[in-house]
Nanobody
Framework: QVALVESGGGLVQAGGSLRLSCKFSGGTFTRYSMGWFRQAPGKEREFVASMRWYDGWIDYGGSVKGRFVVSRDNVKESLSLRMYTIEPEDTAVYYC??????????????????WGQGTQVTVSS
C-alpha cells in the first residue's frame, strides 16, 4: 500500500522561502505521477504542482507559477516543493498525492489515488 508523508512545513515570513518534502513508500516510485495540493481554511483543496511519471511533464497552478518549483528524487523516492517569494495567501495545509494511472487529470483531486496527511505552512506578513 502506497504511503505518503509530508514534512517541512512551518512558520515563514512573507517574501521568504521554504522547502516541503514528501516521502513515498509502498510502490514503485518511478511509476507514479505525483502532485502537490493545498487547502486554506474554509476553501477547497487547490492544485499546486504535478509531475507526470512517464514523460516528466510538469505543471503548476496559476497562483504559484514562477514562484514554486517541484522536483523528484527517484533514488530517495521523494518529492519536493521549493517555495520562493512566499505570500500570506500561500498559508494552507499542503498535501502530497500520487497515482499510477496514465489517464489522470493531474490538476484535479480526482486524479489521484493516494494522499498524505498534510503539512501546515503559515506565512506571516
Amino acid at each position: 500500500q502506497v504511503a505518503l508523508v509530508e514534512s517541512g512545513g512551518g512558520l515563514v515570513q512573507a517574501g521568504g522561502s521554504l522547502r516541503l518534502s514528501c516521502k513515498f513508500s509502498g510502490g514503485t516510485f518511478t511509476r507514479y505521477s505525483m502532485g502537490w495540493f493545498r487547502q486554506a481554511p474554509g476553501k477547497e483543496r487547490e492544485f499546486v504542482a504535478s509531475m507526470r511519471w512517464y514523460d516528466g511533464w510538469i505543471d503548476y497552478g496559476g497562483s504559484v507559477k514562477g514562484r514554486f518549483v517541484v522536483s523528484r528524487d527517484n533514488v530517495k523516492e521523494s518529492l519536493s516543493l521549493r517555495m520562493y517569494t512566499i505570500e500570506p495567501e500561500d498559508t494552507a495545509v499542503y498535501y502530497c498525492s500520487a497515482t499510477s494511472r496514465t489517464d489522470s487529470d493531474l490538476d484535479s483531486i480526482t486524479g489521484y489515488d493516494y494522499w498524505g496527511q498534510g503539512t501546515q505552512v503559515t506565512v506571516s506578513s
